[in-house]
């Protein structure tokens, strides 16, 4: 049962231009949602977070959209730059302080 | 970058053997979290702790057992290795309070079940 989906394996964009990564979820108790980015061979790293009151949540370049009734999350990068080329999980967590995450999306930024 | 050191980064066992991997923090964070990764799966829970002796299951429980009998330390135990637990562990650690609530990771520890 998977309960967070990121249903894009891979996205590639040109440098300059939008990145737009989402992610779908089913569990309406979730009550807080996180992006991590991870390069090869590292840990992935937080990048962004929005609580289930929000519908966004801006950080320099990265922005975090939150839909709730249609249980869809988004990651807006603008501009995007090569050094932006990961792996970018979303996640959300529910009481307990567990976190579910998505299977992943490969972002390429090509020059 | 968060206090999480993971050992051994790197090993390669064989099938039926037992397998201990260390996680240590110096954050002194409540939870800790045993992640693996695998292609297709993203990230996927093992087992967790909310405190010193306290433990719970994840959603890939199976074949992996837990202690954490100090505040620093997780260690996550494979009992009987398998080729199915190939793969990519990841400690995290978080206290969940104030604002930017986030769980930290560690840089992973490589494991090949020959």
């Known amino acids: 049962d998977q309960q967070v989906k990121q249903n894009s394996p891979s996205l590639s964009v040109q440098e300059g231009r939008i990145s737009i990564l989402n992610c779908d979820y089913t569990?309406?108790?979730?009550?807080?949602f996180l992006w991590y980015k991870k390069y090869p061979a590292e840990g992935p790293t937080f990048l962004i977070s929005?609580?289930?009151?929000?519908d966004k949540n801006e950080d320099g370049r990265f922005t975090v959209f939150l839909n709730k009734s249609a249980k869809h999350l988004s990651l807006h990068i603008v501009p995007s730059q090569p050094g932006d080329s990961a792996v970018y999980f979303c996640?959300?967590?529910?009481?307990?302080?567990?976190?579910?995450f998505g299977e992943g999306t490969q972002l390429t930024v090509n020059p | 970058d968060a206090g999480i050191t993971q050992s051994p980064r790197h090993k390669v066992t064989e099938t039926g053997t037992p397998v201990t991997l260390r996680c240590h923090q110096t954050?002194?964070?409540?939870?800790m979290y045993w992640y693996r990764q695998d292609p297709g799966h993203g990230l996927r829970l093992i087992h967790y702790?909310?405190?010193?002796?306290?433990?719970d299951k994840g959603e890939v429980s199976d074949g992996y057992s837990v202690s954490r009998s100090k505040t620093e330390d997780f260690l996550l135990t494979l009992e009987s290795a398998t080729s199915s637990q190939t793969s990519v562990y990841f400690c995290?650690?978080?206290?969940?309070?104030?604002?930017?609530?986030?769980?930290?990771f560690g840089e992973g520890s490589w494991l090949t079940v020959v």
């Open positions: 995290a650690i978080s206290d969940w309070t104030g604002s930017g609530n986030t769980i930290y």
């Open positions: 569990n309406s108790m979730f009550d807080y």
């Open positions: 929005i609580s289930s009151i929000k």
């Open positions: 996640a959300a967590r529910t009481s307990g302080s567990r976190l579910t």
């Open positions: 954050e002194n964070h409540r939870y």
């Open positions: 702790s909310y405190g010193v002796k306290d433990t």
